[in-house]
């Protein structure tokens, strides 16, 4: 009955994992104009990443014709000659032009196009900080492996935890909807815009995009009123030091607790005309402005907030006693969103190179390399996820031989480290899509089979707890045991020394006996 039924684990192979490499093979090829050019750049990409800890490079070179690009000015000119070389998922093409205006133009697929006069110092600069990012995936990796000797960058504080699915809620907050009235159709801005980008990130996790109203609901904090002749002789200030203060009590109201999966909030607050219009400061005085002159902040692993401050001339008719509709500025707002959303994801801004341009996005798609990216970054955080929670599971068990292992556990646990090395495996030899999508499975599975409630189904105790628990249920019975055995005890002894007394008396008669004789 106190038998723990556990099935065998493969300890030995988990604690393999700790000598497990995981490297991405990368294939970039080179296409200059002379081979000089060619050979001298893939000589400074390999001796540059010879040394890394996620990369493994090969780099390939090929001379093009000058006549190839002679007639090639405009990005989409190159982007058809780029078209013709075959480049996978992960895979880098470096296209030398005569043409280029800029020292590196870095296009919307896998596509490098660099001039004439640059310099392979920079376009390896390029490489590394824009496209590999090797620092954020070597940062990724040590962060999860050893947290106390290693803290995170901006990127991974701000970057949503790897999950396999999330939750995108949309909300719009009106706090005196009776003298603002908002005409917004939610369901299709989300069909339109939110779901098709996220449709070019579906391989990564399942998105799920939800949007609701919430009215009456007041800032927690009052805003500073500033003198400002531009604009009515005053306006509204918020510190950026007050920001964290707004988050919470929406996070109390907003619902997003309904699922268990990671919740990405995105909230377009309606200023009251009280408040109007609204402006947010940094610490310094200075305003805080995004790209496209909205007042929006974000809040990192949480989402982001875009604040909507109704026309002068609405609120004067609403002063007045008029009815008064507000039809946001959609593509404002939704750019606003979908560039935090890029951020949130892992897709993180561009440090400003010199002599270098990035082709605008198109519509909105991400651009591939990007993905591609991405993609990197998702597969090292869960393939070192499942690593240590293969291992910290492993030594759990062999600590506390009392949990009961099922073969559900058993199984799942089995097929998380078998996914975990297949998933390395084909990181070594270049595919990094289908790597990911193990790395993936791997990661769901590990986190099932250490938070699988069989673990717990029986109750389970220390040495000492069972003495605890036993004794007072057994020392009662025992106590008439223990003196039937004196009983016994005193039984056999007495026994014993009768005989004892009987052989010594007939020895004594036997004696007088023959003394008498």
């Not at 990724?140 to 960058?153: C, E, F, G, M, R």
């Not at 604009?231 to 929406?250: F, M």
């Not at 975990?420 to 986190?447: P, Q, W």
Request: charged share 20%; proline share 5%; with cysteine.
């Amino acid at each position: 009955m106190t038998t723990v039924p556990r099935v065998a684990l493969p300890y030995s192979g988990i604690d393999a994992l700790s000598h497990l490499e995981i490297k991405i093979k990368t294939r970039i090829i080179v296409a200059a104009l002379k081979e000089e050019r060619a050979t001298s750049l893939t000589e400074e990409i390999k001796r540059n990443f010879e040394a890394s800890e996620i990369y493994n490079i090969d780099v390939v070179y090929q001379v093009v014709s000058s006549n190839l690009l002679a007639l090639a000015f405009a990005h989409h000119e190159l982007e058809k000659i780029a078209s013709t070389f075959d480049l996978g998922v992960g895979d880098l093409l470096l296209l030398e032009s005569a043409n280029l205006n800029d020292a590196v133009l870095v296009g919307s697929k896998r596509t490098i196009y660099f001039s004439t006069e640059t310099s392979n110092a920079k376009l390896v600069h390029v490489l590394s900080e824009w496209i590999l990012r090797e620092r954020s995936l070597e940062l990724t990796k040590n962060a999860l492996t050893n947290p106390t000797n290693y803290s995170l960058d901006e990127e991974n504080r701000r970057r949503f935890p790897a999950s396999p699915a999330y939750d995108v809620l949309i909300t719009v907050v009106n706090p005196d909807p009776e003298t603002l009235k908002v005409n917004w159709d939610l369901r299709t801005m989300t069909e339109e815009y939110i779901e098709p980008f996220l449709d070019q990130l579906s391989m990564l996790s399942n998105f799920s995009v939800k949007s609701q109203w919430l009215y009456l609901l007041p800032l927690d904090v009052n805003p500073k009123r500033v003198p400002d002749s531009s604009v009515q002789g005053r306006h509204y200030a918020l510190v950026e030091d007050v920001l964290p203060h707004i988050v919470t009590p929406l996070e109390k109201k907003l619902a997003s607790q309904v699922s268990l999966h990671p919740c990405i909030n995105f909230v377009t607050y309606i200023v009251p005309c009280n408040n109007a219009p609204l402006h947010i400061y940094t610490r310094s005085g200075h305003g805080l402005k995004t790209e496209s002159n909205v007042e929006a902040f974000l809040s990192p692993r949480w989402g982001g907030v875009v604040l909507n401050n109704p026309p002068s001339e609405i609120c004067e008719a609403a002063a007045s006693g008029k009815t008064t509709v507000i039809i946001p500025d959609e593509a404002t707002i939704i750019g606003t969103f979908l560039a935090q959303l890029r951020l949130l994801l892992g897709i993180p801004e561009l440090k400003p190179i010199s002599s270098v341009t990035v082709v605008p996005l198109v519509g909105l798609k991400s651009r591939d390399w990007e993905v591609d990216a991405l993609l990197r970054v998702r597969t090292m955080e869960q393939l070192t996820s499942a690593k240590l929670t293969l291992q910290s599971l492993s030594q759990l068990l062999t600590e506390i031989n009392s949990i009961v292992i099922t073969d559900v556990v058993g199984n799942r646990i089995k097929a998380a480290l078998d996914l975990v090395e297949r998933s390395a495996e084909l990181l070594r030899r270049g595919d990094l899509m289908k790597g990911f999508i193990l790395s993936k499975d791997a990661f769901v599975t590990a986190e099932a089979a250490f938070s699988d409630p069989t673990l717990l189904t029986l109750l389970y105790f220390a040495e000492d707890q069972k003495y605890a628990v036993y004794t007072p249920l057994f020392l009662p019975a025992m106590i008439p045991v223990l003196f039937s055995l004196r009983t016994i005890y005193q039984y056999y002894r007495g026994k014993k020394t009768g005989a004892k007394k009987e052989v010594a008396n007939k020895t004594n008669e036997d004696t007088t006996k023959e003394k008498n004789e």
